[in-house]
């Protein structure tokens, strides 16, 4: 079981009902807590959807071979395929030239099924931001965003349909979870985006996709079995995957800490984010309902667990809520929290809360927000405030869905 899915793993408590949905790789419903299974908050469509079509990064070599001898090619064909998926980012059957013109159009069909079709495509900043709406097979929408900066381009990409940690202040969280994301649906996201920047179809011309980040839709550690072989996949060089490198790679979590200790022992140098939102257990036990399950000393243990093992710092996402989690008090347990570990190994971004609309949950005060600031740096931490533009949406997981939606509505 070592390669199954975290998500699953390990529970003695989980009821008939959830076990069942549990064993099924696409769907989910549990994550493993310290007292117990976490139960996802469901959304009212969670239900069984089917798997996605298996795709070319869906399947390890031996399938591969497997499926181009079901079709009656010789092995290097397979070869062919992975050049034309990873380094050429290719998908269509016109682009297929090195392969037999006859049975194209049924490789395609058995190795590259389409997974996600673009609903809308929002640009903001200038074309240098695009957010985009992607259809899955099911009908299950996710989002996507590219952000091109002077000197990279990230991609901000969904790792589930809605999420199951059920953080109040977070308009992904109102959504609650309708299903894991295959790999290949991951994967996808990437593949269109970096086709897009090698196009030139963002702003700036022709360039390369250079970061990507686990902090759009849901909680990578909830669908870690996939994501891991994601992020395998997009830092391989081609042909065996997209060839950015893992260094440039984010793995957000609200703090599934068996999903932390995973990723540390897989000795991959991706960084870390957190989204710890509160210094203290009784206030993030408010704020975060996966931390009546870990703690913030387990999480923090863990995070700086793993920047020992990966020697990567650790990001400390942090949504400023006015009156909330931002006061001097605030900061300063927090400071003194992660100073407890030592030095330099973590870098804190403060972000300005997007609201839901109608929600308690509201910004802070920008004199609140420099004055956290402000005494973080006193600390000795490094910390940098996000600001609410559109191109700089990559804060937080959740806050993504929220903070786009919010720039384009301005940028309208
Ligand atoms: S804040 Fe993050 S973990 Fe919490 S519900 Fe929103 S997306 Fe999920």
């Not at 009902?17 to 493993?32: F, K, L, Y």
Request: hydrophobic share 40%; with cysteine; charged share 25%.
């Amino acid at each position: 079981m070592e390669e199954e899915n975290i998500v699953t793993q390990d529970d003695k408590t989980i009821s008939a009902e959830h076990a069942t949905v549990a064993a099924d790789r696409p769907e989910s419903g549990i994550t493993p807590g310290d007292k117990g299974a976490f139960r996802d908050v469901l959304s009212k469509d969670h239900a069984r959807r089917g798997k996605p079509p298996v795709q070319f990064s869906d399947m390890g070599v031996d399938e591969r071979i497997a499926k181009a001898k079901e079709l009656g090619l010789p092995k290097f064909r397979v070869k062919q395929l992975a050049n034309h998926y990873f380094g050429r980012l290719e998908t269509e059957t016109d682009a297929f030239t090195d392969l037999p013109a006859a049975s194209r159009a049924d490789i395609v069909d058995a190795f590259f099924p389409s997974l996600i079709t673009e609903v809308t495509r929002q640009v903001a900043d200038q074309g240098t931001t695009i957010k985009t709406l992607w259809c899955l097979f099911d009908g299950s929408h996710i989002e996507s965003v590219l952000m091109r900066y002077p000197n990279r381009t990230t991609l901000c990409i969904s790792s589930q349909v809605g999420c199951g940690m059920g953080c109040p202040f977070c308009a992904t969280g109102k959504l609650g979870l309708t299903r894991n994301m295959s790999t290949g649906e991951i994967l996808e996201q990437v593949r269109v985006a970096a086709r897009m920047m090698r196009d030139g179809e963002v702003a700036g011309g022709p360039g390369r996709l250079s970061n990507i980040v686990f902090m759009g839709m849901g909680e990578p550690m909830g669908n870690y079995r996939a994501v891991l072989s994601a992020v395998r996949q997009i830092s391989a060089m081609p042909p065996e995957g997209f060839g950015i490198s893992a260094r440039n790679i984010t793995v957000s979590t609200v703090g599934v800490v068996p999903g932390i200790r995973k990723l540390a022992e897989e000795g991959l140098p991706v960084r870390l984010a957190v989204s710890l939102h509160a210094p203290s257990d009784e206030l993030r036990d408010e704020l975060v309902p996966m931390n009546r399950r870990f703690n913030t000393t387990q999480v923090l243990d863990a995070a700086h667990d793993y920047f020992l093992a990966s020697k990567r710092r650790v990001s400390i996402e942090y949504a400023l809520m006015r009156g909330i989690n931002d006061q001097a008090e605030h900061a300063r347990l927090l400071a003194k929290r992660l100073n407890h570990y030592g030095d330099d190994w973590v870098h804190v971004n403060p972000i300005p809360l997007n609201p839901v609309e109608g929600s308690r949950w509201t910004a802070s005060k920008p004199e609140d927000e420099q004055r956290f600031l402000d005494i973080l740096h006193r600390a000795g931490i490094t910390a940098t405030l996000r600001d609410t533009r559109g191109s700089d949406i990559d804060g937080a997981c959740g806050q993504l869905a929220a903070k786009t939606r919010e720039a384009f509505r301005s940028a309208s």
